[in-house]
């Protein structure tokens, strides 16, 4: 459990042990400090409980979101580490088995290298696709690069 989710159901508590409080008091609910009271000892730490405990849950969100948007990263370096292993050419299956992912998981993800045109697909006479990375076959002839202006 995290501080922020102990603070803010102390809060809660307390806010909830203060209205019980005025409640079975003899206090006059109609006079300005009786209210003024309520505010700041119920209202108050209430709010800042409810504040607390959203807080958590939004972050809770985007945390578990930029957890699966490095996963998401890595699996793809990892993809495009093992194309340059195997000369710029995948399947699935050696994806999935080389990574650990279910074939799904690879194949979805090599399907969104190959819409974003960082793989191209190839199909071999049996019917396996294949995915090609065009960059990864040739990293090995990057010594004769030049400016592109130099022809």
Known sequence: MSGRTIGG?????????????????DASF??????????????LPAAGGVALLRGVMTLGGRRSARIEQLRRQTIEAEILRLAMQ?????????VATALALPPEAAKETLDSLAEREVADLEITDAGVIVYAFHDAKHVGGKHSARGILDA
């Open 30 to 43: 109609t006079s300005p400090s009786a209210i003024a009271a309520l505010l700041i000892t119920v209202v």
């Open 9 to 25: 159901t102390t809060l809660l508590v307390v806010a909830a042990f203060m209205l019980w409080g005025f409640l079975r008091s």
């Open 86 to 94: 195997h000369g710029g050419r995948l399947t699935v299956v050696e």
